[in-house]
């Protein structure tokens, strides 16, 4: 057979075990060494040793120069799709004000909502192209978007047409999530139970449309409570959506032991997450997305007790939470090394919880996030010499070349100047 692709000399091949990955599981991580791999029609068709690979044909052949070849990174947790920017924020929050204070100055997240009602929605989508093409720069091919700024039907619908139309582009799988209970807006600050309602009634009309996979709703003091939370999520799900919850961030609600009690797919941030709620991670199906990128930029101390989840058997997976607000950053490999500086999770818990639990949080793990054969050849080149460098040096891009179904998505500019064999070296 002749292949499309052939990857030889590959120092390291990650290969994940499908997942969910739970405790125990989390902490394997079978490595390939001196390794090769083919791809056809888009998919993994063959995996083997770079001797073996001598044998192999293919129209374009890459030497991977002795380095990590990955599945592409899946990021589960993103607000991708917003209007301005909020760097004028960053001085109030150096010289200690409260973030109420700059709400009332008109700042916060209700600027965002402001900034992204009064965008186009063709400007909202050029805006949200250049960050997923920043991601894929970083390795990322597979990532969940959410709306959640708009805070009214027009807004909302708006939000999630602009994740729709980047689904149809069709450069990295988007799995799109309504989160039109972000926040309460100004003219239903009276009224929480009512926007609530008008949230609840906008379901029907997403679902018509397949606008959304999951929704989502932000659990937390001053926000939602555990029985308005309830109360979306009964609603969504009887609609046949699958949901989510920001859950346990700030105070501990019991968020996470409602994500667990209503199915949710996944709970996220759980910085505030009790001991009960840890326990029933373990037991039960809800994935646990931890976001320690959020906790940094914020400047906070505590961060989510990741080594207590996984040590009880729960599964974690990693997001960037990419925002304007608290998190303004799309690189997935940056919150790898803060996983290992501030979570405490080990190389091999990291690579899982970026690949095929990340996947598995967002309903795709039958596409993305592992490396068999017949899976999608959604390939990362690193320029590292072995799986642990990337979380121990931050901060740098590693990614080499970036690979969607089998097609080169990215490429580093540098990329000839390594002495690899040539002409069939090819990034």
Known sequence: MSYDTLLYNIGELILPAPGP???????????????????????????GSHEESIQQQAETKVDAGGKVVSPGLVDPHTHLVFGGSRENELA??????????????GGGILSTVQATREESEDKLYEKAGRSLQRMASFGVTTLEAKSGY????????????????????GSLDIVSTFLGPHAIPPEYKQDPDGFLDEMVKLLAEIRSENLADYTDIFCETGVFTIEQSRR??????????QTK????????????????????????????????????????????VLLPGTTFYLGKN???????????????????DFNP?????????????????KLKMTPEEIWNAVTVNAAHAIGRSDKAGTLEIGSAADLVLWDVPN?????????????????????????????????????????
């Open 387 to 427: 799986y642990q460098y990337i979380p121990y040096h931050y901060g740098v891009n590693h990614a080499l070349a970036v690979w969607k179904h089998g097609r080169k998505i990215w490429g580093r500019r540098d990329a000839d100047v390594f002495s690899v064999p040539q002409p069939e070296r090819e990034y």
């Open 232 to 241: 979306f999520m009964k609603a969504s799900q009887d609609l046949g959506f």
């Open 325 to 341: 607000g608290s998190c303004v950053t799309d690189n997935l490999q940056m919150i790898m090394s803060l996983a290992a500086l």
């Open 92 to 105: 109030l929050k150096q010289a200690g004000v409260p973030y109420l204070e700059i709400l009332k100055k």
């Open 21 to 47: 990955l739970k405790g125990e599981g989390m902490k394997q991580l079978k490595i390939k060494e001196n390794a090769a791999l083919a791809v056809k029609d888009g998919k993994i068709a063959w995996i």
């Open 245 to 288: 919850i920001h859950a346990d961030e700030i105070d501990s609600l019991g968020g996470t032991e409602l994500a667990v009690d209503m199915g949710a797919a996944s709970a996220d941030h759980l910085v505030a997450a009790s001991d009960e709620g840890i326990s029933k991670l373990a037991e039960g199906q809800t994935v646990a």
């Open 302 to 320: 505590e961060y989510a007790k990741a080594r207590k989840m996984i040590d009880q058997g729960a599964a974690v997976t990693l997001a960037t």
């Open 150 to 169: 708009g805070l009214d039907r027009e807004n909302e619908l708006k939000q999630l047409r602009v994740v729709q139309r980047l689904r149809d582009q």
